[in-house]
């Protein structure tokens, strides 16, 4: 296995503990503010937005933007960070009640049947890669895997 493969594979690990981290801070924002869920997605965003925005200013991201190719993207684009909203709010309601280890099962699961009918389908510019019983079988033991964590 080759060294860069491993860094990567570090940094995706690394980026999944984050992501676990993501639930429950936003949750105590939610808390701390009323439990106004909305006010809270809407924090948490402008703060990513500053920062990546600064990052993007900082490595010359912004010199090619030009309004003729945001006219060329697809309308579709723009649903990611809807959906990435509507994910966080989920977040903020579910995780006090499911805890953060059942809830992530649930949200990888969600992540894995989606992946799966998008592959099947081509969905959004992808190569078509459709079901197969294998396929199949690694997402029913998924599910599974979810009833197991909901009994313990």
Request: proline residues 3%; hydrophobic residues 60%.
């Amino acid at each position: 296995m080759s060294a860069t493969l491993i860094l990567f594979g570090v940094l995706a690990f690394f980026g999944g503990m984050l992501v676990a981290a993501q639930g429950p801070i936003y949750a105590r924002l939610s808390d701390g503010l009323g439990r106004d869920y909305l006010l809270a997605v809407f924090l948490a965003f402008s703060t990513a937005a500053c920062v990546t925005g600064l990052m993007a200013l900082a490595s010359g991201s912004f010199r090619n933007l030009t309004i003729a190719t945001l006219s060329t993207l697809p309308r579709w684009v723009w649903l990611g960070g809807m959906f990435g909203a509507v994910h966080v709010v989920i977040s903020m309601q579910t995780i006090p009640m499911l805890g953060v280890t059942l809830f992530l099962v649930i949200v990888v699961t969600g992540n894995l049947a989606g992946a799966a009918i998008y592959d099947h389908m081509g969905a959004m510019g992808l190569i078509e890669r459709p079901f197969s019983l294998a396929k199949t079988t690694g997402l029913l033991i998924v599910i599974l895997g979810v009833g197991i964590v909901a009994r313990a």
